[in-house]
Each structure stands twice: as structure tokens, then as C-alpha cells.
């Protein structure tokens, strides 16, 4: 019997090892990229004839059918009393937003805005079924011997891709701007199917992957085979999922956010002990400060800010319908996520803090993009398509990226994700850095702090070659 006993044992062995093998070389080479999706999701079936690939030029325009019929319902507007001393807690004051609905109706001016918004140049093209709108912005003047690396942006919700027009001329011309014009770049900021001007998918199942793949194919479309991609909010998961798809033309990532969804044991135990164990977790003085208390930072942060997502992860249609049909209600939805997500202290202010970072302009020009497109409930549907399935299941969310990747903490950013978290996914971390002070909006709010880490990342992938060594 203890012979065989010495088999068992060796077979098991065998079988532990092999295992283990297979897994760490065998597997995880077949696993490496993500499968394009190929998506149709224009109206009804799809025409026999091959898609017109044009790239047309594209103008915001107003009407003043429009605008009579905006002012129309501002005039008609409907507020409730706030709780006294409530300011933000419990969400938009009406005290301060019957401030701003007056703003709007007396002193915003959308005609100068949308000539604001025209200044870079727009373009549209068929991509799956869908007209996918863009900007793209290249450099006014190239440093001799250089050329123009190619960016592509993405915002998320409830952002449009105005929230870049602060950071793209630091971008495409950084010495105008007092930064290092080593590294200048030509921007492609799409706005996301459902988002903006891009059209809506009308079919189920438009997802980050979806969103990635057109990405893809637009910018193969633009001729560009190398390029860099950079975003935050829906952004992150759309430039993660377009790494995992194409790591061979993505030269390098950067995030302002870099979430994790598959949550192991390893990250349970650094979330307990972390705090008097911070070393054996990988975690920096800066992390702890971040995440502890973690059951106000992590678990009560979360709960208050994500009501919103639950819905539009259920029944999107049922309250975009409302906020479709009213511009107030459009915008105290979209204005108290500007004020809450760039610092949770603001809640305390009767005003939410919004014109600490943001002028009304600003923030009122983002809402009109959402509301001259009429696309609150389709840019609502994109939680619906991303987490019906559950978090943590997706193929993409098992995948570890292999595409050098910059990541910039901003300190008020919804989540921290410390770098020995991010590493799972993102192994090839090249530049990791706690940024001095800023929220989730960080183009909008801090462009200068966000180019400046963008340039300093593209500087260390290109210098060491870092793309070529995936």
C-alpha cells in the first residue's frame, strides 16, 4: 500500500504542476487580447450594402425654435423648499438652482457657447450602424523633426467632450502654455454612442466593449495604427477594454481612474489590516490616507454617491423620461454629480461648492449638450448594458492589461485605488503619482495638473521604447 500511497501522492503532484503551468504560460497567452466586438446598431435590420465610411465635417448648430422652447419650460419651472440648513445633502438645493435657471434664462449665452464649441473642428462618421461624432484637434505648430502622437480622449457621464476643451490646447501646443513642447499631440475626443452628438445605439447590448471596438475602428479609420489613450469615468473602462482589444496599436494608457471590479481575498485582508499594516500590503502612507477610515471613505462614500447608478443600471428609461422633459430637473440631476464628485466636502455648501472650480458657463454648456441632443436617457442606458450581467463576470474584467499604463490618483477621485490594487490589472504601471488636489472631472477642473502627468508619461514610454517591449 505505501508505494502506491508514493503514486498518489505523485500524480497529484503532477497534476497540481501541470496545472500551474498551464495556467501561467499555456492559458494566459491564449487569453491576452479581447475579441473585437463586431456590432450592427443602426435601425432595424442591417442593409446588404457596405458602409459608407466617410468622414464628414460637422458643425454644432442652435435653432431659435430651440431655444424659445428651453426658455419656455425654464419659465414654467416647478421648485420645492429645501429642509432648512440642508445645502447639498440631500442632493441639488432649489434655492441655488432657481440661482441658476435665472443665469440661464438671463445672462448664459448658448450662441456664444456653441461658437466656443466650434472653434476646434468637429466630424462625423458611420461606424457599425451608428454616426459616431468626434473632434480633433492637431497641433498649431510642430517643433522641427517632430511629429504629432495621437491622443485619444474619453469622457464619461455626465461629462460630454467639452470637459476637455481646457486640456486640449495644453495638449497641441504645450509651449505656448509654459510646458514642455518634447511630446505634442493631435486629440481625438469622441463623444461615446448615446452621448452628445454621437447617435445612439438602437439595439440592446451597446457596452464599453461595444464603445471600444468603434473607437478602434475610428481611429484606424484616421489612419493612426500607434496611438495613446487617456480617460477617466466611462473613459477608464472604454480605454481599458480598447487596450485589452488592440494592446499592438495602443502605445500607452493613461487613467485618472482605475477601478477595480474583481475584488479577491487578497484585497479584503490589505482593507483590514492595511491600515496598521500598510507595508505588507504594498500600501503608501498616501493610501492610507486615502482610504481610512474605510468604512467612511470606502463603504459610506460609495453608498451615498452611487443611488444614481443603481437606477440607470435598472430602469434607465423611467427617470431619463423626466429629465428628458424638463431642463431643470436635466440639470439639478447633472450639477449636484459636479459638485459631489469634485469634493465630498462641498455637500455642506448652499451652493455645492460648483463655482469653486467650475464657472456656470462651463457647467451649463455641458448640460445643453445633453440637452439640445436629447441624450440623458440613452447616455443612462450605458449602465444598463455595462452591469445587467454583473460586476466582476465580464470577460474584459478577467484580463490583466499588458499596454504601459500611467495612472493619476486625484485625492477627492469617488474610489482610491491604491498602485498594489491597480498592478493586478494594469501590471505594467510605468508612472503612478497622488496628485496635489482635484475630483472625478479632472480635465475639466485641473487640466493643467492632468496634461502635465499625461506628458510626463508619454516622455517615459517613448524615451525607454516602452510599447515595443509589450
Known amino acids: 500500500s505505501f508505494p502506491a500511497g508514493i503514486m498518489l501522492l505523485d500524480i497529484l503532484v503532477t497534476l497540481i504542476v501541470g496545472t500551474v503551468i498551464y495556467y501561467y504560460f499555456l492559458s494566459k497567452k491564449k487569453e491576452e487580447t479581447l475579441p473585437f466586438k463586431e456590432g450592427w446598431w443602426g435601425k432595424g435590420q442591417k442593409p446588404d450594402a457596405e458602409e459608407d465610411a466617410t468622414i464628414r465635417p460637422f458643425k454644432v448648430e442652435t435653432t431659435e425654435e430651440e431655444l424659445s422652447d428651453l426658455f419656455r419650460r425654464l419659465d414654467q419651472a416647478r421648485f420645492t423648499e429645501p429642509l432648512e440648513n440642508s445645502c447639498f445633502q440631500y442632493g441639488i438645493n432649489s434655492v441655488y438652482l432657481k440661482k441658476v435657471v435665472s443665469y440661464w434664462k438671463n445672462q448664459f449665452n448658448w450662441k456664444k457657447q456653441v461658437e466656443i464649441l466650434n472653434k476646434y473642428p468637429h466630424f462625423k462618421t458611420k461606424i457599425q450602424g451608428i454616426d459616431i461624432h468626434f473632434v480633433h484637434v492637431k497641433p498649431p ?176 428609461d423611467t427617470v431619463g423620461c423626466g429629465l428628458n422633459d424638463s431642463p431643470v430637473g436635466l440639470a439639478g440631476y447633472i450639477l449636484e454629480k459636479f459638485s459631489t464628485w ?93 496628485m496635489p488636489r482635484g475630483g472625478h472631472f479632472a480635465a475639466l477642473e485641473e487640466p493643467e495638473l492632468l496634461a502635465e502627468d499625461i506628458l510626463q508619461f508619454v516622455g517615459k514610454v517613448e524615451k525607454q521604447q516602452l510599447w515595443k517591449k509589450k
Open 141 to 316: 505648430r510642430l517643433p522641427e523633426g517632430q511629429s504629432a502622437k495621437p491622443l485619444l480622449m474619453v469622457h464619461g457621464w455626465p461629462g460630454s467632450f467639452y470637459e476637455f476643451y481646457k486640456i486640449i490646447p495644453l495638449l497641441t501646443d504645450p509651449a505656448s502654455h509654459g510646458l514642455s513642447d518634447e511630446h505634442v499631440f493631435e486629440v481625438i475626443c469622441p463623444s461615446i454612442p448615446g452621448y452628445g452628438f454621437s447617435e445612439a445605439p438602437h439595439k440592446k447590448d451597446f457596452n464599453s466593449v461595444s464603445a471600444a471596438s468603434v473607437f478602434y475602428e475610428l481611429m484606424l479609420r484616421l489612419g493612426f495604427s500607434e496611438f495613446y489613450a487617456q480617460g477617466g469615468d466611462w473613459g477608464w473602462l472604454i480605454c481599458t477594454n480598447l487596450a485589452q482589444i488592440a494592446p499592438n496599436n495602443m502605445k500607452g494608457l493613461h487613467l485618472n481612474l482605475a477601478a477595480v471590479t474583481r475584488i479577491g481575498f487578497s484585497h479584503v485582508l490589505s482593507v483590514l489590516l492595511g491600515r496598521y499594516l500598510p507595508g505588507l500590503f504594498g500600501l503608501q502612507d498616501e493610501d492610507v490616507k486615502l482610504m481610512y477610515p474605510f468604512l467612511e471613505k470606502g463603504v459610506y462614500r460609495i453608498l451615498r454617491e452611487s443611488g444614481y447608478a443603481h437606477i440607470q443600471a435598472t430602469k434607465p
Open 342 to 434: 469634485t469634493d465630498p466636502e462641498f455637500c455642506n455648501l448652499e451652493d455645492g461648492g460648483l463655482e469653486k472650480k467650475f464657472t456656470l458657463d462651463d457647467l451649463l454648456t455641458n448640460i445643453m449638450i445633453y440637452w439640445v441632443s436629447g441624450c440623458i436617457v440613452s447616455s443612462m442606458r450605458f449602465y444598463k448594458e455595462n452591469f445587467q450581467k454583473g460586476i466582476g463576470t465580464q470577460k474584459h474584467e478577467k484580463l490583466p492589461v499588458q499596454v504601459p499604463t500611467g495612472i493619476a490618483c486625484f485625492p477627492n477621485e469617488l474610489m482610491h485605488t491604491p498602485q498594489a490594487w491597480a498592478r493586478k490589472k494594469y501590471p505594467n504601471v510605468v508612472s503612478f503619482h497622488y
